[in-house]
Every structure is written in C-alpha cells, then in structure tokens.
C-alpha cells in the first residue's frame, strides 16, 4: 500500500455512520501516526480527512462534505502531512531485554506498536527507565532461560 512517506494509493468503501459518511480503507494503514490528518484525492477532488487507525482497520473521516456522485467502492491517493513512525527496537529496550533474558520477538505488531509508543511518550529519563522496566517485565523469558 505505500508508495511513499507522504502519499500512498489507498482503496476502500463508504460506509455510514453517525457522524456523517466514513471511508474504511481496505487495509490498515501501517506505519504512521495512529491519529492525524490528512487529504484523499479521490476522482478529481482533494477531501480534507482525519485519520483513524484501530488494531485492525484505518478510517478517513471527511471534514466536509462528500462531493455528490462518489462511488461506493472508491480507489485514490492519500497525501499525509505526517511522516511515518519508527518502528524500530531502540537499543536501551533491546539491552534491557537482552540483559533480563527476555524475548522481544514475543510481541505481536499491534504489542509493539503500543510498547513503541508507550516508551517514545516518555517525557525524562527517569520515565523512560520505568517504562523500560515495564515493558521487559511483561515480556516472556527466552526459551531455556531460567529467569
């Protein structure tokens, strides 16, 4: 689905909601603020949307009215203001796990995503110890070690 950091083609349909029509994107979109905005062009007009990405699917909330005459199933390019986020194991987390025995492997992409931002949301030093601490702590131990 990407094709760049800041526009990728996206698919998907229009389904109703409360708040007025919603475009659920036909796969998740991976690798990007959980919550932000953004512009779908889709047939020749430029929608102002916001973001929403759950565990398991991505929603565009337009943030004015659909032009008349969209498609239900609809194809178009999603332009983000926002670049993408490190999904990368910083280093002190993968020490931390290293040294306690445990295996970081364990997690699942939607564990990793929230201990990710849970460590990069801490706001000092001393924070980002403890969250270390806790996320190893909920870690299993690696096969064939005791700990």
Do not use: K
């Amino acid at each position: 689905m990407l094709n760049s950091p800041r526009a990728l083609h996206v698919r998907g349909r229009t389904v109703p909601a409360a708040t007025g029509p919603l475009l659920l994107l036909e796969d998740r979109l991976e690798g990007h603020d959980t919550f932000l905005t953004g512009t779908l062009t889709l047939d020749g007009h430029d929608i102002p949307v916001r973001i929403t990405t759950l565990d398991d699917s991505t929603t565009l909330q337009p943030t004015q009215p659909l032009p008349d005459g969209l498609p239900q199933q609809w194809s178009g390019m999603l332009h983000l203001r926002h670049g993408q986020r490190p999904r990368e194991i910083p280093d002190d987390l993968r020490a931390a796990a290293a040294a306690a025995g445990h295996d970081l492997n364990a997690l699942d992409d939607a564990e990793l995503r929230y201990a990710l931002t849970f460590l990069g949301e801490a706001t000092t030093p001393a924070i980002r110890t403890d969250r270390l601490t806790a996320i190893v702590t909920g870690l299993p131990t690696l096969e064939g070690d005791p700990a």
